[in-house]
């Protein structure tokens, strides 16, 4: 299979999805809503953005399946599934708030092989595949060399459903507050990894995640020179809903930080 053809398929896709959204966007009021729990919202955006992108990925792969965060498509034991989010940082588009991306990625039996991240509101699209460099519109994006939290600016998501990590998470924040350059809270997670794969940021942690809203931003920081874990250190990132990604020169002592205020 060659990935980088596959890649610039998936960007059209993605891109395909994206003005599909930015067009609903300028007619989009609050009443389309749905409820799914709270602070967590969803739309027919997200929806039909879903199965446009799904239509245009069984084209691409037919045999493949599907991990995809409004269920339009299942997965069971299929060789490639992909792994989408239609809509990440739903808050913010129904706000009309920027940022919120098209989330892309493709795992084959269990490893992450290919991310696509469109940044609607930028038209900026992030990509990578495995063994490739990693690219912002055609040029080649990398992590940055900062080693300390002294010298970073540190991404990270607000909880809204486990609060029983909300006073490890407020102590951490605080920590960050102080003692780097800044904290920010973009609302896209998907974002959010692929400006630390730019450079934009060193790091990003954040609890409560689905897989869906980290799987292609991690294809793209990991092929930047970056690292991902969980919060114990492990690859396990992408099913129990924690992650920590840094510059590789930082992550040791962000992970570091980042375990002592969350571990039992």
């Keep these: 299979m060659n990935l980088e ?6 960007q059209n896709i993605a891109k395909s999805a994206g003005k599909f959204i930015a067009g609903e966007r300028e007619k989009f009021d609050l009443t389309n809503i749905e409820v799914k729990g709270k602070a967590n919202f969803v739309s027919y955006v997200d929806k039909q953005a879903e199965e446009l992108i799904i239509e245009a990925l069984r084209r691409l792969i037919p045999e493949s ?3 995809a965060e409004e269920g339009t498509a299942g997965s069971s034991d299929e060789k490639y599934k992909w792994i989408i989010d239609p809509l990440d940082g739903t808050t913010n588009f129904i706000h009309g708030l920027p940022p919120f991306a098209v989330s892309i990625a493709l795992m084959e039996d269990v490893e992450l ?3 696509v991240v469109y940044e609607v509101t930028q038209n900026e699209c992030f990509y990578a595949w495995k063994g490739s460099k990693a690219y912002l519109n055609g040029n080649i994006i990398e992590v940055t060399t900062a080693s300390t939290t002294a010298d970073s600016l540190i991404a990270t998501g607000f909880p809204y459903s486990a609060m029983d990590m909300l006073d490890p998470f407020l102590i951490s924040m605080r920590y960050f507050m102080i003692h780097s350059h800044g904290l920010r809270r973009l609302g896209s997670a998907a974002t959010d990894l692929a400006y630390v794969a730019a450079g934009r940021f060193e790091a990003f942690y954040e609890h409560g995640l689905k897989p869906w809203d980290v799987a292609a931003g991690a294809v793209i920081l990991r092929q930047a020179g970056g690292i991902v874990s969980d919060f114990s250190g492990s690859d396990e990132f992408l099913f129990n809903g924690e992650i920590v990604a840094a510059n ?10 980042v375990h002592d205020f969350f571990k039992d």
């Design 5 to 10: 053809n596959i890649c610039i398929e998936v």
């Design 65 to 67: 399946g599907f991990i």
């Design 113 to 115: 092989v290919l991310g």
């Design 248 to 257: 590789q020169a930082y992550y040791p002592e962000f992970y570091g930080i």
